[in-house]
């Protein structure tokens, strides 16, 4: 949202699951299974890196998203 000021957030592994999903169900690539790496956050001095494996068969889908991560905030649910 450059509008707000905001250049880019940082990497979200539930945002990419489903990106995984959506190209799998309309058939971007032309593939049952992707595999990336993505690199968000740089811009505002969080950087991460994704991976992303993803396949649809059958009408199932199968998503695995990982990487490695630092604690930046902790809550509990009371």
Same mark, same amino acid.
């Given at each position: 949202?450059?509008?707000?000021?905001?250049?880019?957030?940082?990497?979200?592994?539930?945002?990419?699951?489903?990106?995984?999903? /959506?190209?799998?169900? /309309?058939? /971007?690539?032309?593939?049952?299974?992707?595999?990336?790496?993505?690199?968000?956050?740089?811009?505002i001095n969080r950087?991460s890196l994704l991976?992303?494996?993803?396949?649809?068969?059958?009408?199932?889908?199968?998503?695995?998203?990982?990487?490695?991560?630092?604690?930046?905030?902790?809550?509990?649910?009371?």
């Amino acid at each position: 949202m450059p509008d707000a000021g905001i250049t880019e957030d940082p990497a979200t592994g539930s945002a990419n699951g489903n990106l995984a999903a /959506y190209l799998l169900k /309309y058939n /971007y690539f032309g593939k049952n299974q992707l595999q990336y790496n993505l690199r968000q956050g740089i811009e505002i001095n969080r950087p991460s890196l994704l991976h992303i494996e993803a396949s649809l068969i059958k009408d199932t889908y199968e998503i695995y998203v990982g990487g490695n991560v630092h604690l930046v905030a902790k809550g509990e649910w009371a």
